[in-house]
């Protein structure tokens, strides 16, 4: 608390709330001892209580608390991970149970800020005064307290949002090589929950520090940290931290759809609230599980990662969840990243997470450098639960919209060499570039959904048969600003309706028929 | 070479039994309480002091020459304890140190029903506090207490206790400590 103007009544307020919270009884504790430190790992003799995720409090020679987190619970010694200063732990230093399982502060005091995976703010302004706490680790609701994804959580990426639409409390993994653009995609999708009610959390795992950086100051350029937390495990943090950090980030995660926006638990009358949580990427953070595991000497399975490497995975992404009515209707929506080599999708962890997930955006390096951005092969791309989100004015537009790529890819393909060819299938073949080029969207500029639906419609309508291929993005966007500043009316219609009407329908034939009348094709097109 | 972890578990109790029944028959309690306090050195020493703990380990060596060693090194410790270290380096079984020290404390209450119970003070406890100290835990453990009290000249006051791998911390110390770390956590504490 920032004190502008000491007065005896506010010392003396001070000094009456320090001394209250003072407690001088005395707690029995287990002790043990460090018998070997290095690698970030320690083992301890004692402790035979020691519960698995226990936080441990190691005491250096200089008085210096560390803490850590039992990991290994063996017949005689006990394997924690360290989560402070190594170095200041060596052998023979005394370690204390706390009785408590590793918790970190949670809390809406947390907007805006970046902490790191222990909820320690990393930003420099100062300490968080959150008044929650929640344990990294916790049970995914079970079957009654959920129900099924049924609202959309829009991207604003029309690719996104028309094809492979994600629902509130879905699992959508973001998948790609290295450059593909799988960060813009997380990125846009905060940038979209302006005034949506949503809180979003990043979080950063094995990046550098300069990158975490660039990304709060994009969040903070587009207005979305007032709405976003970040949580940070950079590179040159240990790996138990990078290890916590996407827990940390769903714990973080679960205060706010377990707990109503007054703080109290969530329930019928008390709505919980949504939130989006962006795992970036838990390639890095199985890699840390990887280190820690072989460290603390647990046996070694495929590419050397633990047994236990599917279960880290599929137990933080169960946390994601749309809760039932009766405990307040909260969403938290899971999109994890993960990098893949030379685009395999077949190494270990690519496919456990796909298997585990509700259905994945696959990015490719080869549409990418194409031009395609975002660079979505829509081909293999998937949404297994969020066709039951999306609006009713896309779906009617965009339900047949991917097979037509697909058909549309697979003539391409045949047709590449021959130069004979029919009329319906020019057509088809026009049509389906035309459509490809409307999908391409620059970064940081988000379309609600009323938008993206007409931007399609035009395209299964027609209008855009006669546009040169290069000019269509250009057509797309003079369109929406053509629409926005004088037939507002289509886009007010759409968003209160939701779906398309035949008035509609009317409505915006005649913007479009008039946009086009005005439209200048660029000289190069023509 | 047992790997059967129930074999190696049976192997440190015999030689946990031998070492309790050696040092009561030698000299009473004040032995065993002896022997106690120079196998927690011994394994603490054996930790920090990489070297020994390698050779007395390498079979390299032959148990003849690690059994010297042993002899030579813990030459000042209570000769029960010297001859089963003996024993258990000759035998390639000095890794179980650890093991045989917990076994130990574990018989001590098992054959002997005494729990010891460390008392760390500034100050010599009293006779009075002692009695209060061995009531309490004579009732909360339901066995008979032995106390072993050490001085730290390096505490502020109140009293450590220790005892089965449980801590009761009622230095200053730590209460200081406590306070500190509340008073600086606490809403207006960096004012």
Request: with cysteine.
């Amino acid at each position: 608390m920032l004190v502008t103007e000491i007065t005896a009544q506010s010392i003396d307020d001070a000094l009456r709330k320090q001394l209250d919270s003072l407690d001088t009884s005395v707690e029995s504790r287990e002790v043990g001892t460090v018998i070997q430190v290095g690698d970030g790992i320690a083992r301890i003799d004692g402790l035979k209580d020691a519960m698995a995720g226990e936080l441990l409090e190691f005491t250096s020679s200089n008085g210096q608390t560390v803490y850590g987190m039992a990991q290994n619970l063996e017949e005689d010694e006990v394997g924690a991970v360290l989560l402070g200063d190594v170095t200041a732990i060596k052998e023979n230093d005394q370690v204390k149970t706390t009785g408590r399982l590793v918790e970190i502060p949670v809390g809406p005091e947390m907007c805006g800020r970046v902490v790191n995976a222990l909820g320690m703010p990393i930003d420099g302004k100062g300490p968080i005064h959150t008044v929650a706490t929640r344990p990294v680790e916790f049970k995914a609701p079970g079957v009654i307290s959920r129900q099924p994804v049924h609202e959309p959580m829009q991207t604003g990426i029309l690719a996104v949002d028309s094809m492979i639409p994600i629902g509130r409390g879905q699992r959508e993994l973001i998948i790609g090589d290295r450059q593909t653009g799988k960060t813009a995609i997380g990125i846009d999708a905060i940038i979209n929950q302006k005034n949506e009610d949503m809180i979003c959390i990043y979080v950063a795992i094995g990046q550098k520090a300069s990158t975490v950086a660039g990304i709060y100051e994009t969040l903070l350029k587009h207005g979305a940290m007032d709405y976003t937390i970040i949580v940070s495990a950079t590179a040159a943090d240990a790996a138990p931290l990078q290890f916590l950090a996407p827990m940390t980030g769903a714990a973080i995660g679960e205060y706010f759809v377990y707990n109503g926006k007054d703080g109290k638990p969530a329930n019928a009358q008390n709505p919980g609230q949504h939130v989006l949580a962006i795992y970036d990427d838990l390639s890095k953070q199985a890699v840390a599980y990887r280190q820690m595991s072989l460290t603390l000497r647990r046996p070694p399975g495929r590419e050397a990662y633990p047994g236990d490497i599917f279960y880290l995975h599929s137990r933080l992404l169960e946390r994601a969840v749309k809760m039932s009515d009766e405990y307040g209707a909260g969403s938290l929506t899971a999109l994890p990243i993960i990098e893949t080599q030379a685009g395999d999708v077949g190494a270990y962890i690519p496919t456990n997470v796909i298997s585990i997930t509700d259905g994945q955006i696959f990015l490719q390096t080869d549409l990418f450098f194409q031009g395609q951005r975002p660079a979505i092969n829509v081909g293999i791309s998937v949404s297994r639960v969020g066709g039951s989100a999306q609006t009713k004015a896309m779906k009617q537009v965009a339900g047949t919209l991917r097979l037509d790529l697909a058909a549309y890819r697979e003539l391409q393909a045949f047709t590449q060499f021959g130069s004979d060819l029919d009329k319906s299938t020019m057509q088809q073949l026009n049509r389906g570039a035309r459509m490809t080029e409307l999908l391409k969207q620059g970064r940081y500029t988000p379309m609600p959904f009323w938008e993206q639906a007409l931007a399609i419609y035009t395209g299964n309508q027609g209008y855009l048969d006669d546009v040169a291929v290069e000019d269509v993005v250009r057509f797309r966007t003079e369109l929406l600003d053509f629409v926005r500043a004088s037939h507002k009316k289509v886009f007010e219609d759409l968003r209160s309706v939701g779906k398309w009407t035949d008035e509609i329908k009317a409505e915006a034939n005649e913007a479009i028929e008039a946009f086009k009348k005005q439209f200048a094709p660029t000289a190069s097109a023509e | 070479m047992p790997t059967n972890r129930h074999v190696e578990q049976a192997q440190a109790l015999v030689y946990a039994s031998t070492l309790v029944d050696a040092a009561q028959a030698e000299g009473g309690l004040d032995a065993v309480m002896a022997v106690r306090a120079q196998l927690d050195q011994i394994v603490s020493y054996n930790r920090s002091h990489v070297e020994l703990h390698d050779f007395l380990t390498d079979v390299a060596y032959t148990g003849a020459q690690r059994r010297d060693v042993i002899a030579k090194v813990f030459s000042d410790c209570r000769p029960e304890l010297v001859s089963v270290l003996g024993v258990m380096a000759e035998r390639g079984d000095f890794d179980k140190l650890p093991k045989v020290r917990g076994l130990f404390n574990d018989l001590l209450a098992e054959k002997l029903n005494v729990t010891v119970v460390d008392v760390t003070t500034r100050v010599s406890l009293d006779d009075h506090l002692r009695e209060v100290i061995k009531n309490k835990a004579a009732a909360d453990l339901g066995t008979d207490i032995l106390l072993n009290e050490k001085i730290d000249k390096n505490m502020l006051g109140g009293i450590i206790m220790n005892a089965n791998g449980k801590r009761i911390d009622a230095s200053m110390d730590t209460m200081l400590a406590n306070a500190r770390s509340v008073l600086k956590d606490t809403d207006g504490g960096e004012c």
